[in-house]
């Protein structure tokens, strides 16, 4: 694989590198559909691409990626689409769990997860308890998620705890709705990639991406490559982000 990397200059400030790194895996249908395939072979074209973001991100020292892999809305999909992405799924855990011990990688899940099919859960929850120890790098999975359903649960385990007695309805704050989603334990993600031009957030870390930069590329996600991600990475490092402050 050719290396694209901007090369600092030697006494460069370090670039600024997001932390977080969540990305909307887009196009799949479309990259097959241009090659007149069916769009299952989008769709493993597409896990290649995964990889390569996985690599790319531990070489650029990004820590965390969450990857939008399956949406609740997804499950409208025709069956047989949806038995293909659930088949690639596993044997995606399958092939890649050797990469992240390699890598030290963890591996995280987040969305309705008892949603998923049995064989898929019980792949995952091994690869993901094989890998619970790696600090280097957090590969999240955002299956059969919805951001308003993740919202929606964190009420419910909130309502939860107000009606057991152990919490004061008075003291629930913005901390206390981010304490009770998925993954409460990783930062907010700092950068946000859709790709396949679409301009929209379908659904994806609807509380999370409040301050995200956004990037959005016309390449669809099957010929996402390093170089891509790395522009991002670039272009992330050249944002002013103000938080609402002056200047
Ligand atoms: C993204 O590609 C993968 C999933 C949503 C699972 P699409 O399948 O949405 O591809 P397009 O948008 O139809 O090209
Ligand atoms: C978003 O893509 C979901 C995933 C990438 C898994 P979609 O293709 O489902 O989103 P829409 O339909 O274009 O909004
Ligand atoms: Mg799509």
New binding site residues.
Partial sequence: MSTVLPQPAPDAPAPKVPAHVAI??????????QRNLP?AK??EK?AESVRVAIKTCKKLGIKFLTV????VE?WN?PKP?IEA?MTLLKKFLRNEEREFHENKIRLRAIGRLSDLPKSVRRELNHVMQATEHYRDATLVLALSYGGRTEIAHAAQELARKVKAGTLDPDTINEAAISANLYAPDIPDPDLMIR??G?MRISNFLLWQVSYAELYITDT??PDFREEHLAKAVEEYGRRHRRFGLVG
Avoid at 24 to 33: E, Y
Avoid at 68 to 71: C, K, L, T
Wanted: charged residues 20%; without cysteine.
């Fill in positions: 909307i895996m887009d196009g799949n249908g479309r990259w097959a559909q769009r989008g769709h597409g939008y892999a399956f949406s997804n999909r689409e992405l790709t396949s679409e669809l996600w």
